[in-house]
């Protein structure tokens, strides 16, 4: 029966690749020799060769990716499953089955209905493909970004490049966070408004990078979660819900990646303090209207001859205010980087905050006595992430 089962699993993996039905494996339970092993996932991509599977080995601390042809793979997965990983997840257009070995040796074999419908979209098409394609695409047709053939109205280029840039960046965070590899991933977007970005990235996550996400968008303004709701319907994105309501009020559902762009002034301290708390790996935001420090800020010395003029100060403000946000979210156990997001001459909203949460423990004291220094100088007396942090 053991063997049946196993040799049952592998049958439905030779299968599905030569009937084009493969989507992606993984293997996990490793109790073999190799130090610091702990799964590999599988999937296929296309090289200058042909079509091949490439395996990533996740270790503790690294991870190592060998390319394979199909014939190969399927006998190197057979090799991995009798040295050491006692359990299969394969996920093909038809079923998914899960293979459960034991220690003394026998097998488990279930089978539940495909996750996905189509196979994954292979590496050679992701780099020709942009992150999110407009032709045939319902939800840029219905928020008005295309027309009825598809086409980019002439007015929303810019929206749509910012879209894209913004998926390709929670691409690269997604990809660098412990979250790699993930099968189940989940995402709150704070202040989604008319839910161009939660669109994309719930469409990019589930059906170009075949990870079963579930993405919340919270939006305090009720006439726009109806509408995002009935895209969502129209769009068969079944795991996508937006809620209304403002953030600060809210008990949000589980959140591995949080994003919030443009959500006003301290709406964004309230959304990092929620993924803080929710232990999200990665915190994306691109806050605006930075309103509650620049009136509390008094220039140091020798800087009066700068902050004088209203204009500059506002500046000083933005970037004093998203440097302690930065400081805040080091303290807090986060790598965090400040950039450009997108170059335009049409909004200055543009500045970034990205974290994704270290693996390893960090010291929040140099953070948190930068943090101190800085409200200091300016004789800041209050900022709101901190607060909500200390209520923690
Ligand atoms: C400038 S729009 C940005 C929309 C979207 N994130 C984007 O970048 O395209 C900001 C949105 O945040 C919402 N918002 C502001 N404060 C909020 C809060 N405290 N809780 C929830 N939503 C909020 C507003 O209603 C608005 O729709």
Do not use: W
Not at 246 to 255: D, I, K
Not at 348 to 376: G, Q, Y
């Amino acid at each position: 029966m053991a063997d049946d089962d196993r040799e049952q699993f592998l049958a439905a993996l030779d299968e599905s690749l030569a009937g084009g039905r493969f989507v992606k494996l993984t293997l996990s339970k490793y109790r073999g020799p190799e130090a610091g092993l702990k799964n590999v996932y599988v999937r296929p991509v296309t090289l200058k060769g042909g079509g091949r599977l490439s395996f990533l080995y996740r270790y503790r601390t690294r991870d190592a990716v060998k390319n394979h042809t199909r014939a190969q793979g399927a006998r190197l997965v057979r090799g991995l499953l009798a040295s050491g990983f006692a359990g299969g997840h394969l996920f093909t257009t038809a079923e998914d089955l899960r293979l459960d070995l034991s220690r003394k040796g026998d097998a488990r074999l279930s089978r539940t209905p495909p996750t996905f419908s189509t196979p994954a979209a292979e590496e050679h098409d992701r780099r020709k493909r942009r992150a999110v394609e407009t032709e045939g695409n319902v939800y840029l047709h219905a928020l008005g970004v295309t027309n009825e053939r598809g086409e980019v109205r002439p007015a929303m280029g810019d929206k749509l490049r910012q879209i894209n840039k913004f998926v390709e960046i929670v691409a690269g965070l997604y990809d660098s966070s412990p979250l790699a590899g993930r099968e189940e991933v989940a995402l709150v977007d704070v202040g989604s408004g008319k839910g161009y970005l939660t669109f994309a990235v719930y469409d990019y996550l589930n059906n170009v990078r075949g990870v079963r996400a579930e993405v919340t968008g919270v939006e305090a303004r009720p006439e726009l979660v109806e509408l995002c709701n009935d895209v969502a319907r129209r769009a068969g994105f079944e795991r996508l819900s937006f809620r209304k309501g403002f953030v600060q009020e809210l008990e949000l559902p589980a959140a591995d990646l949080l994003v919030a762009l443009h959500a006003c002034d301290t709406a964004t301290d309230d959304a990092i303090h929620k993924g803080v708390v929710a232990g999200a790996s990665v915190i994306v935001t691109a806050p605006c209207c930075h309103k509650e420090v620049r009136p509390q800020m008094r220039a140091p010395e020798a800087l009066r001859g700068v902050l004088r003029h209203g204009h500059l100060l506002e500046r000083e403000a933005e970037s004093v205010t998203d440097s302690l946000r930065a400081l805040l979210l080091e303290a807090a156990g986060y790598r965090v980087k400040v950039f450009e997001f997108v170059t335009s001459e049409h909004t200055r909203k543009n500045t970034m905050i990205a974290a994704v949460r270290r693996d390893d423990a960090a010291d929040p004291a140099s953070a948190l006595a930068d943090f101190r220094a800085l409200k200091e100088f300016y004789g800041i007396r209050e900022q709101r992430l901190e607060k909500l942090l200390c209520e923690i």
